[in-house]
């Protein structure tokens, strides 16, 4: 366990920030996370529920990030509800090979806007769980997605699998600065706009 000058344990002084990933199951949400922390996370079996952290310092702050990896199998799905209420923020996650788990997720995305309301952080992912695959879903039908849920919309590759993360907890971080008022919509990655896509090489 790292410490800093003083003998403190940084999971001590860090802020404790937890989201969750949702989506089907078998598109590669375990293996994000395995690349992620760069751990040898079993990808073979099927998640029900597993939390992991990571430490990160983002915008100057220590943050203790937990990270729910949640199962999508649909006998799991009244467990949504409970996975929703007990994090701070959302990554939706789809797989480009896989149309299905990217018109499942408006479920998800609905459950949430019930529970939480608009101004809850999320952000949308789009992995490639298997590169010899065709694509099924198109850059543009993903950032046009994102666009109409006023969320940010990233792409990932091996090179940044952080950025997804950080730009949600900038998001959570600066909900919990400016209260009920903040609206994410208006600041996606540091920028302006309703809308912002990113893909990460």
């Not at 199998?73 to 789809?94: K, P, R, Y």
């Amino acid at each position: 366990m790292e410490k800093q000058e003083g003998g403190l344990y940084i999971e001590e002084i860090a802020k404790k920030v937890k989201v969750a990933i949702l989506g089907d199951s078998k598109i590669g949400k375990t293996e994000l996370i395995s690349k992620l922390l760069d751990t040898g996370l079993s990808v073979n079996s099927r998640t029900i529920e597993q939390s992991y952290n990571l430490i990160e310092t983002i915008n100057n702050r220590r943050i203790n990030l937990n990270i729910v990896d949640t199962s999508g199998g649909e006998e799991h799905f009244n467990l949504v509800q409970l996975w929703i209420s007990d994090v701070d923020g959302i990554v939706l996650a789809f797989s480009i090979n896989n149309k299905k788990s990217f018109d499942n997720l408006k479920k998800y995305y609905n459950k949430i806007r019930n529970l939480k309301g608009r101004n809850f952080p999320m952000v949308l992912i789009g992995l490639q769980n298997n590169s010899n695959e065709n694509r099924e879903v198109s850059i543009e039908t993903g950032k046009t997605q994102a666009m109409m849920w006023s969320i940010s919309y990233y792409e990932l590759s091996e090179n940044n699998l952080k950025a997804p993360f950080k730009s949600l907890v900038n998001k959570i971080l600066l909900k919990e600065e400016k209260g009920k008022s903040f609206d994410p919509s208006a600041i996606v990655n540091n920028c302006k706009a309703t809308s912002c896509f990113c893909t990460i090489f």
